[in-house]
């Protein structure tokens, strides 16, 4: 399904269009185009496409890996739909799949953690070849942003990929085995420190070195999820990092941070 937006009044895919003018301009950025939504399919996974409806050459490219929040109805691949259509709108194309673990399967304990942990990488890749493949996006110019367990699978690509020029990581936590353990497991004492041996060098804050500056932290001061610590842990990761805090906000976030994002990500690619 292929649906073109004109940007002009905010109201959900699939019924009329997605806005991106007013924030444009409340940012400074002329309107530049409509911008075309395509549902697909990647594999078995579910994503959406947003390019300009009239693209050119040398476009920016973004992936865009949701959260984990059940039982919000943002918790998949429409998180992030109105903002791809923003920056979409500034001359990018962006590429949103659905994610599947922890979403679709919990966690069990086991090493099957960790190689689903690998398969879910192995889509997020997918998706992001996808996105270099598209029609004049330039390699040289793309970005990943996620939130939650988006940031964290973000993290990995973007450590691993030397292609990716920026990455936004919102409200992630350092390791894997912490959150599976928290809210699925909870482990006996004595088998915490096996279980979180199973994901030695995949754990996100053993993978945020490569960016530099050009990663961005982003989290929250009243964060249920995120501590302090978990903070700490990923400024000592990589010190040159740009980070903030949003004192008042929760995990979710909201528009200061996404405005912040935007910036951010439209300087570091160029738009």
């Given at each position: 399904?292929?649906?073109?937006?004109?940007?002009?009044?905010?109201?959900?895919i699939g019924a009329a269009v997605l806005?991106?003018?007013?924030?444009?301009?409340?940012?400074?950025?002329?309107?530049?185009?409509?911008?075309?939504?395509?549902?697909?399919?990647?594999?078995?996974?579910?994503?959406?496409?947003?390019?300009?409806?009239?693209?050119?050459?040398?476009?920016?490219?973004?992936?865009?890996?949701?959260?984990?929040?059940?039982?919000?109805?943002?918790?998949?691949?429409?998180?992030?739909?109105?903002?791809?259509?923003?920056?979409?709108?500034?001359?990018?194309?962006?590429?949103?799949?659905?994610?599947?673990?922890?979403?679709?399967?919990?966690?069990?304990?086991?090493?099957?953690?960790?190689?689903?942990?690998?398969?879910?990488?192995?889509?997020?890749?997918?998706?992001?070849?996808?996105?270099?493949?598209?029609?004049?996006?330039?390699?040289?110019?793309?970005?990943?942003?996620?939130?939650?367990?988006?940031?964290?699978?973000?993290?990995?690509?973007?450590?691993?990929?030397?292609?990716?020029?920026?990455?936004?990581?919102?409200?992630?936590?350092?390791?894997?085995?912490?959150?599976?353990?928290?809210?699925?497991?909870?482990?006996?004492?004595?088998?915490?420190?096996?279980?979180?041996?199973?994901?030695?060098?995949?754990?996100?804050?053993?993978?945020?070195?490569?960016?530099?500056?050009?990663?961005?932290?982003?989290?929250?001061?009243?964060?249920?999820?995120?501590?302090?610590?978990?903070?700490?842990?990923?400024?000592?990761?990589?010190?040159?990092?740009?980070?903030?805090?949003?004192?008042?906000?929760?995990?979710?976030?909201?528009?200061?941070?996404?405005?912040?994002?935007?910036?951010?990500?439209?300087?570091?690619?160029?738009?």
């Amino acid at each position: 399904m292929k649906l073109i937006y004109k940007l002009m009044v905010p109201v959900a895919i699939g019924a009329a269009v997605l806005t991106g003018t007013a924030a444009s301009a409340a940012a400074g950025h002329p309107h530049r185009d409509a911008v075309i939504v395509e549902d697909i399919q990647l594999g078995s996974t579910a994503a959406y496409v947003v390019r300009p409806a009239h693209p050119g050459r040398h476009l920016a490219g973004v992936l865009y890996l949701h959260w984990f929040e059940p039982p919000a109805s943002t918790q998949n691949r429409t998180e992030f739909l109105a903002e791809a259509v923003e920056i979409a709108s500034h001359g990018a194309v962006a590429v949103l799949p659905d994610l599947t673990f922890p979403w679709q399967g919990d966690p069990i304990g086991t090493a099957a953690d960790r190689a689903n942990i690998e398969a879910q990488l192995k889509a997020v890749g997918e998706a992001y070849r996808f996105l270099l493949a598209q029609r004049g996006v330039d390699a040289g110019r793309t970005a990943v942003v996620g939130h939650d367990y988006g940031a964290m699978y973000g993290a990995i690509l973007a450590q691993r990929t030397p292609a990716v020029r920026a990455a936004v990581l919102m409200a992630p936590d350092a390791t894997w085995a912490n959150w599976f353990d928290t809210y699925w497991l909870g482990l006996p004492d004595d088998q915490k420190a096996a279980y979180r041996a199973l994901f030695a060098g995949l754990d996100p804050v053993d993978n945020v070195s490569r960016l530099g500056s050009r990663l961005y932290l982003q989290f929250a001061g009243r964060d249920q999820f995120v501590p302090p610590e978990t903070r700490a842990a990923f400024a000592a990761a990589n010190p040159t990092a740009k980070v903030s805090l949003y004192d008042r906000a929760d995990h979710f976030l909201a528009q200061p941070a996404k405005d912040d994002r935007l910036a951010f990500v439209e300087a570091q690619l160029g738009l």
